[in-house]
């Protein structure tokens, strides 16, 4: 390679970050521009990132030297009105630069007027979404949420019959039979309920089981509700430290279904047409929403859509890779788990140059030696887990309301059995008194 040889490099992140540093003022500092993106970022008169790291890595790869240079409009590049294109795909067209480094989308539109290289970064197109925004309200029954219908249903099932066994084995063995000329057992049905109801609270119950086969299955189901109770506690202790995080929006259909959020992207991008060339029917009513609100869900920045995720009821819909940052520098906000439409960032050079295939060399070699994973790492690492251990926060009252509406109907039920009692030994005794003083 030509070690004399100079490139002009485009870095659309870079002006973006110069634009809203000087709309900002002399009293914005440099840690504040470095966090709102890892690609390029501007400390003093210096520029460092992911794409300068990756740049220089590759530079001392093929030996080759380079300028950098802003993009003049601060776009990545689209087809305009008149049919040019603008942003970085433009200044590679019309010779301003020779290769662009950024945070660029390989798409078929911009293949057919530039070239690019292997992909360097893998991403899709995800949700960006504010935790406190999308949070469910928590059930009042919260504490039932540990397992599901089928388990609670498959449990009393199991319940039931183990009581009916122990009333049943407890009925055959002569062994449960104190007197039996009397004919008097202890394990009556209700006494079983009762029996199985105390092991399950890990409390000893009466009776106590006499007879070798009753014992059995008074040890299973000991074994059984131990278990059980394990797996309900630890399930309940990570539903409560995780609870703020239960997304009700996991995929594209339920953000089109749900009517509490706003959603769009950035105008122009590939992602924009990525819906509006899609066949699917939940896109293409996304696509629709967007085209009939652009002027107010569309953003011109990716800045500006973090900015309006944080500070409204707004969803954004962009590059995975660029919201599991958002995600890294920002604890309250949360990518959604469904990522389609599979890309790649590559970097742009001119049709037939001849560096495009050794860029694409030196990416493979950089990736096949850990260099990118290191890299991606590195300027993506978050604090938020980190945060998140150290804070600790007392359990709202919604969380355990249902425990206390299940202990207040329990007392109202045992005082009204109570009143019941009462009131049928009253008329017990009274019928009594009045056929002691008829005889």
């Known amino acids: ?24 003022g002399a009293g914005r500092n440099d840690d504040a521009v470095s966090k709102e993106d890892p690609y390029v970022m501007v400390r003093g008169a210096e520029l460092e990132g992911y794409c300068m790291e990756l740049l220089a890595a590759l530079a001392g790869i093929l030996r080759f030297q380079y300028r950098v240079k802003v993009v003049g409009d601060g776009r990545y590049g689209a087809v305009a009105a008149g049919g040019n294109w603008t942003g970085m795909i433009g200044e590679i067209l019309r010779r301003e630069a020779d290769i662009a480094v950024a945070p660029l989308t390989v798409t078929s539109a911009r293949e057919e007027v530039v070239s690019f290289t292997t992909p360097f970064l893998q991403t899709g197109i995800g949700i960006l979404l504010r935790k406190d925004s999308t949070s469910q309200d928590m059930s009042f029954f919260h504490f039932l949420s540990p397992f ?8 009393l099932f199991a319940y039931l019959l183990t009581c009916f066994c122990l009333f049943l084995v407890a009925r055959l063995s002569p062994c449960e ?45 000991w074994l059984f509700t131990l278990a059980l109770l394990a797996a309900y506690i630890a399930n309940f202790t990570a539903l409560l430290s995780s609870g703020s995080e239960q ?3 996991q995929t594209f259909e339920d953000l ?10 950035l105008e122009g991008s590939s992602t924009f047409y990525y819906f509006k060339n899609s066949k699917n029917p939940i896109h293409q009513m996304i696509y629709e929403y967007m085209e009939k609100r652009r002027e107010h869900v569309l953003v011109k920045t990716y800045q500006e859509a973090v900015q309006r995720v944080m500070d409204s009821n707004y969803a954004f819909i962009g590059e995975s890779i660029s919201q599991d940052l958002a995600a890294a520098r920002h604890c309250n906000l949360i990518r959604a788990p469904e990522v389609i439409g599979a890309r790649g960032f590559g970097i742009a050079t001119a049709q037939a140059s001849p560096w495009t295939k050794p860029l694409s060399i030196a990416v493979l070699k950089l990736r096949e030696a850990g260099d990118l994973d290191y890299l991606r790492n590195k300027w993506w690492e978050s604090s938020c887990l980190r945060q998140s251990r150290d804070r600790w926060g007392p359990l709202e009252p919604p969380a355990l309301g249902g425990l206390f509406l299940t ?13 019941a009692e009462l009131s049928s030994s009253s008329r017990r005794a009274a019928a009594h008194a009045k056929v002691g003083s008829g005889s």
């Open 1 to 24: 390679m030509d070690k004399g040889l100079h490139f002009t490099i485009c870095v659309v992140t870079t002006v973006l970050l110069l634009r809203e540093s000087s709309q900002a």
């Open 256 to 265: 089109v279904k749900q009517r509490n959020l706003e959603f769009g992207t």
């Open 407 to 419: 202990l207040g109907i329990g007392l109202a039920l045992g005082i009204l059995a109570a009143l």
């Open 247 to 249: 997304l009700p929006i």
């Open 177 to 221: 039979w104190n007197e039996p000329k009397n004919e008097e057992n202890h394990f009556t049905f209700l006494n079983s309920l009762w029996f199985g109801a105390g092991a399950l609270a890990l409390q000893g119950a009466t009776p106590r089981p006499q007879a070798l086969s009753v014992r059995v299955i008074a040890v299973v189901w």
């Open 148 to 155: 599901s219908k089928e388990t609670w249903t498959a449990l």
